[in-house]
């Protein structure tokens, strides 16, 4: 497997007009924790590096891949989210003077303390994210169906640091990542039936509330977002198509696989902190950095 990474984000989020540390600190969660970003995305990612039969049990595999590919944006999404919630919540100034002293209150101290107030691999309480959390049993069943109850938990999850947070760029991102979520979902839910008979989607939604009760997640839907599988490749994992076939469950409307990955947003260019040393590079060094550059280009 070899990913080929595009600089972009997953969807385009909001400029912050103010700071919600604590914001912040709750979305911690959606990556760092059990249930959060970098879960799914290492549960895939070793399951698809040691899925057997691959050739055999070709559609499988490559539903893990994909969905694998599509984590990794979802772990950037969410960080960003988490670096936009943080922005402007400290000010330049004299050490002496104490330009971060409101940061010794809020939540996460660590945001301020080791990261120069951006995300990290842990939880909303700190607690940093562990390989204990990642399940490959080696059989199918059971890891397609503790992918679903991942996908599952992760959900209700965002629907709750939905409900504790009404910052735009949180919300934005909860959106739409509720409506990807949903996808992952009910892709588990069809490759389950398809391996043994038995329509798992008679259990959702789980929690039992649609997806368009959230205002920041309605209009995904309504784009057709919900709908959409990506290979996140132009040549590979095509077979997904075997699985993702059909109307979907919540609207009647037939479901598509989308060759390649979604447009995407501008990635968020983080301005200086000063007080956090953050990325410690003056103009002095700047003027002399693009010097040495110039030089190893023989200009």
């Known amino acids: 497997m070899v990913f080929q990474r595009i ?14 540390p604590n914001a912040a600190a709750a979305v911690q969660e959606l990556l760092g924790g059990r249930f959060g970003e970098m879960s799914t995305l290492n549960n895939y990612l070793f399951q698809s590096f040691n899925f057997r039969q691959k050739q055999k049990l070709r559609p499988f595999y490559e539903l893990v891949a994909s969905i694998t590919a599509e984590e990794f944006g979802h772990v950037e999404l969410v960080s960003n989210a988490i670096n936009l919630c943080l922005t402007g919540s400290t000010h330049p100034g004299d050490p002496d003077a104490a330009p971060m002293k409101e940061a010794k209150d809020k939540r996460n101290t660590y945001h301020f303390i080791a990261t120069a107030q951006t995300a990290f ?31 599952c ?45 038995v329509d798992v989607t008679k259990l959702l939604p789980i929690p039992n509330l649609d997806n368009r009760v959230f205002d920041e997640a309605r209009k ?24 993702w076939q059909g109307t979907h469950p919540s609207d009647g409307q037939p479901l598509e696989v989308v060759e390649g990955a979604p447009q995407g947003g501008a990635i968020p260019d983080l301005d200086e902190v000063p007080e956090e040393f953050a990325p410690g590079i003056s103009a002095e060094d700047f003027f002399e950095i693009a010097k040495r550059l110039q030089r190893s280009a023989g200009l």
């Open 121 to 151: 691999p842990g939880d909303s309480m700190g607690k940093a994210w562990t390989g204990e959390y990642v399940f490959n049993s080696g059989n199918l069943i059971l890891d397609l169906l503790h992918n679903f109850f991942l996908e």
């Open 7 to 20: 600089d972009r984000l997953a969807i385009e989020l909001p400029k912050p007009k103010y700071a919600d």
């Open 220 to 243: 995904y839907e309504e784009q057709g977002v919900h709908r959409r599988l990506y290979t996140f490749s132009d040549r590979y994992y095509k077979e997904i198509v075997r699985i």
């Open 153 to 197: 938990g992760a959900r209700t999850h965002k629907m709750r640091v939905y409900e504790m947070t009404d910052h735009p760029t949180a919300r934005e991102m909860i959106g739409y990542l509720l409506v990807r979520g949903g996808v992952h979902i009910l892709a588990y839910a069809k490759a389950l039936e398809v391996a043994t008979g």
